[in-house]
């Protein structure tokens, strides 16, 4: 089992940024990322990161958010720029470790314009 402990959501104006963690309780996960799911929408991708460094970014977020991880910490990382109303949501983190999928509880992120 792997718990994911998810923090830095908030409410934050039009323009700002926000800094979203996931700390994972044990190692060799070879996908970590974020999604979100908005109110009366589906959970969507954000953004995914694997083992090898490699990324993948959904159209609305690419040149805003960054994603990156410590490996040593077992830890995700999403950085958010330039924040739009439309980013509101609540982002859940996502772990993929030996073919199994685990989710973090959820951080809500508000963009206010």
């Known amino acids: 089992q792997v718990q994911l402990v998810e923090s830095g959501g908030g409410l934050v104006q039009t323009g700002g940024s926000l800094r979203l963690s996931c700390a994972a309780s044990?190692?060799?996960?070879?996908?970590m990322g974020w999604y979100r799911q908005a109110p009366g929408k589906q959970r969507e991708l954000v953004a995914t990161m694997t083992k090898s460094d490699n990324t993948n970014y959904a159209d609305p977020v690419k040149g805003r958010f960054t994603i990156s991880r410590d490996y040593a910490k077992n830890t995700v990382y999403l950085q958010m720029n330039s924040l739009k109303p439309e980013d509101t949501a609540v982002y859940y983190c996502?772990?993929?470790?030996?073919?199994?999928?685990?989710w973090g509880q959820g951080t809500q992120v508000t963009v206010s314009s």
């Open positions: 996502n772990a993929v470790r030996w073919g199994q999928e685990f």
């Open positions: 044990v190692n060799m996960i070879s996908i």
